[in-house]
Each structure stands twice: as structure tokens, then as C-alpha cells.
């Protein structure tokens, strides 16, 4: 958790942030906090698939990827995929 908020604390440095999660459709005050700060927030998403098509047409900063996700990949193989394959650095959030 410590790790999250010394983001949110530091979010300036981040123009664009991809938030994927599990239930996309309920409320994050995490988006509202990144978004009240200024930040770009796409999605949030919920699927590896989702969150791959987004960065390969917007370029993100940084993910915020939940460990449990939709579809077949979890949270931990996209945070690698996105850093090994895009150069975007991901930061698991804690678990939901």
C-alpha cells in the first residue's frame, strides 16, 4: 500500500496512467484521486487483452495493474509483459 500512495503522492511526474482491475464499471477512488491530479486515466479495464490494445495505441507512462484480473492472464503477467514488451513500468496494487 505504502508503494501506492508514494505514487498517488508523486503523480506529476505521470502524464498518462492505464488502471486495469477486475470490476472496471464500480467506482476507484484511486481514478478520481489520479484524475484530480491532473493525470490522463485510461480505462480502468479489466482483461490483459484490454490493457495490451490500449498501450499499443496511447503509449501510458505507467499501469496500475490489480493481481486478479477478467480473461486468462493475472495482474503479474501483464505487469511483466508491459515492462519486458512496452517499456512501461507496472506497479501491482494490493490485492482486492
Known amino acids: ?4 500512495l508514494d505514487l498517488i503522492e508523486h ?10 482491475r477486475k470490476s472496471p464499471e464500480l467506482p476507484d477512488p484511486l481514478v478520481e484521486v489520479l484524475t484530480d491530479a491532473g493525470v490522463n486515466v485510461l480505462g480502468p479495464v479489466d482483461t490483459a487483452r484490454a490493457a495490451l ?11 496500475l495493474v490489480a493481481p486478479e ?10 505487469a511483466r509483459c508491459l515492462e519486458d514488451t512496452w517499456g ?8 482486492a
Open 1 to 4: 500500500m505504502e508503494k501506492t
Open 11 to 20: 503523480c506529476d511526474r505521470f502524464t498518462t496512467v492505464l488502471v486495469v
Open 53 to 63: 490494445a490500449i498501450t499499443a495505441q496511447a503509449g501510458p507512462d505507467l499501469a
Open 69 to 78: 484480473l477478467a480473461g486468462r492472464r493475472n495482474g503479474e503477467e501483464l
Open 88 to 95: 512501461v513500468p507496472a506497479v501491482l496494487l494490493p490485492g
